[in-house]
């Protein structure tokens, strides 16, 4: 080995020690459960990340799914009763929350997921398989990849999921995916197989879906009633409408309110209040909670021809 390739290695190194010791108390393991009235019966297990100093944690709504109370592993042994404070199953984030009343917990940076780029180097930190305080190392494989979550109210596609080569196991969801300076750029979701680990990325949907699950404990979203998905457009048509491809409206709900806006199937949508969408994702993006009740623009090209709709979303049930 040349002493260029040792210092690569050295600063590889650092870099993953840096990031481990950054992280290593500020990821905690969970073990979930239920009260019953035979007792505490257990749920499941996986990891969090402390992301408040008056104990808040961000982890996978999969990993509490069916709890409402558990404990928190600490990396030095310390355990803390922790309660639930809300889940999202659609994008698979919730929040739990340890009693922190008398201290100040070490807390993990949200980070970016916006700057991250194939290639980079990132760090996963969790507890799989029951063993707090793991730490693997990897890059990101891809970006941009969907992950369908589902939930009783229905399937939601988790939009630009990262995928990394980063060593996950059973026991990692709801642990850290780190860049290089140890901010948390991603909580880890699932396995989809040997080397392809996915993680929700920390972005601006994710922070406003965190602000929700404080205030409220859930995350109220808009809902038209339609499925479809990403339809291209032909070259003469794309050059004509500035657009390269649209949603096509394969089914319409009866009674919903795309229905009643007068959508069809075979319809192409192009944009909703001047913001273009070409896939499922991009009206996901719309759908949050100020769009409920409030009327929406439709640009839809109908048999060649644009028509111009008005829409008024209703809340998604939960």
Same mark, same amino acid.
């Given at each position: ?10 600063? !590889?190194? /650092? ?12 990821? &905690? /393991?969970? +073990? ?17 990340? *402390?992301?408040?100093?008056?104990? !808040? ?29 809300? +889940? ?28 991250? +780029? ?25 970006? @941009? ?14 939009? =630009? ?7 996950? =196991? ?13 901010? *948390?750029?991603?909580? =880890? ?35 038209? @009633? ?26 319409? &709900? ?9 959508? +069809?199937?075979?319809? #192409? ?7 273009? *969408?070409?896939?499922?994702?991009? #009206? ?14 439709? $640009?839809?090209? $109908? ?6 709709? $008005? ?8």
């Amino acid at each position: 080995m040349t002493t260029t390739e040792r210092a690569a290695l050295d600063a !590889y190194s /650092q870099i993953v020690t840096g990031v481990a010791e950054r992280l290593l108390p500020r990821v &905690v /393991q969970l +073990r979930t459960g239920r009260r019953q009235a035979t007792g505490w019966r257990p749920t499941g297990s996986g990891s969090a990340v *402390v992301f408040t100093p008056d104990g !808040y944690l961000l982890t996978a709504a999969h990993v509490v799914d069916a709890a409402d109370s558990g404990t928190a592993v600490f990396s030095d042994g310390a355990e803390r009763r922790i309660e639930i404070v809300g +889940r999202d199953p659609l994008s698979d984030l919730a929040i739990a929350k340890v009693d922190a009343s008398n201290e100040r917990l070490d807390a993990a940076t949200l980070g970016n997921a916006d700057r991250l +780029r194939v290639g980079q180097l990132v760090v996963a930190v969790g507890s799989p398989l029951g063993l707090t305080g793991t730490v693997t190392a990897g890059v990101v494989s891809a970006l @941009g990849r969907s992950l369908a979550a589902r939930a009783n109210s229905g399937t939601r596609v988790v939009e =630009n999921v990262i995928q990394t080569d980063a060593a996950l =196991n059973p026991g990692n969801s709801g642990g850290a995916l780190a860049d290089a300076t140890g901010e *948390v750029v991603g909580i =880890n979701t699932a396995v989809a197989g040997i080397g392809l680990g996915l993680a929700i990325p920390i972005g601006a949907t994710t922070r406003r879906i965190i602000a929700s699950l404080l205030h409220d404990g859930r995350v109220r979203r808009a809902w038209l @009633g339609i499925a479809g998905a990403r339809r291209p457009l032909s070259q003469r048509i794309a050059r004509r409408l500035g657009h390269a491809a649209g949603i096509g409206v394969e089914e319409v &709900v009866p009674g919903s309110p795309a229905a009643a806006a007068g959508l +069809r199937t075979g319809d #192409l949508i192009l944009d909703v209040d001047g913001h273009a *969408v070409a896939d499922a994702g991009d #009206l996901q993006r719309l759908m949050l909670d100020e769009a409920i009740g409030r009327a929406m623009r439709l $640009r839809i090209l $109908r048999l060649g021809e644009v028509v111009e709709l $008005r829409a008024i979303p209703e809340e998604l049930a939960a």
